[in-house]
Nanobody, 124 residues
Framework: VQLQAYGGGIAQAGGSLTLFCTGSGRNFRRDVLAWFRQAPGKERELLAAIDRNGINIYYSDSVKDRFAISRDNAKNTVSLQMNSLKIEDTGVYYC??????????????????WGQGTQVTVSS
């Protein structure tokens, strides 16, 4: 069972990137899916989470109105569209799954599966 995150890279401030995460080995359709970010020297931060039906969605204040999370249960994927990127968005981005979870605001301790991380670097 694994989550595979990809789509990171280098972008200029003000630009856009889209991250993708594909699950394999089990169906994640009943799970809360989320994206976290870990910047150098900082704790892992919950950026966005989406419940199994895509109805309840959480965004941190740092990304609200700039990032959009979505999921495709048929494809076992979750995506993060990132717009208006800022230098402080630089970090390693992780997708994660909270098996059978109900809450989109849970911290990293609640998540059972993690992707390997993909680096996003935003330059001026």
């Amino acid at each position: 069972v694994q989550l595979q995150a990809y789509g990171g890279g280098i972008a200029q401030a003000g630009g856009s990137l889209t991250l993708f995460c594909t699950g394999s080995g089990r169906n994640f359709r009943r799970d809360v899916l989320a994206w976290f970010r870990q910047a150098p020297g900082k704790e892992r931060e919950l950026l966005a989470a989406i419940d199994r039906n895509g109805i309840n969605i959480y965004y941190s204040d740092s990304v609200k109105d700039r990032f959009a999370i979505s999921r495709d249960n048929a494809k076992n994927t979750v995506s993060l569209q990132m717009n208006s990127l800022k230098i402080e968005d630089t970090g390693v981005y992780y997708c994660a799954a909270d098996v059978g979870g109900d809450y989109v605001t849970a911290g990293p301790y609640a998540y059972d599966y993690w992707g390997q991380g993909t680096q996003v670097t935003v330059s001026s």
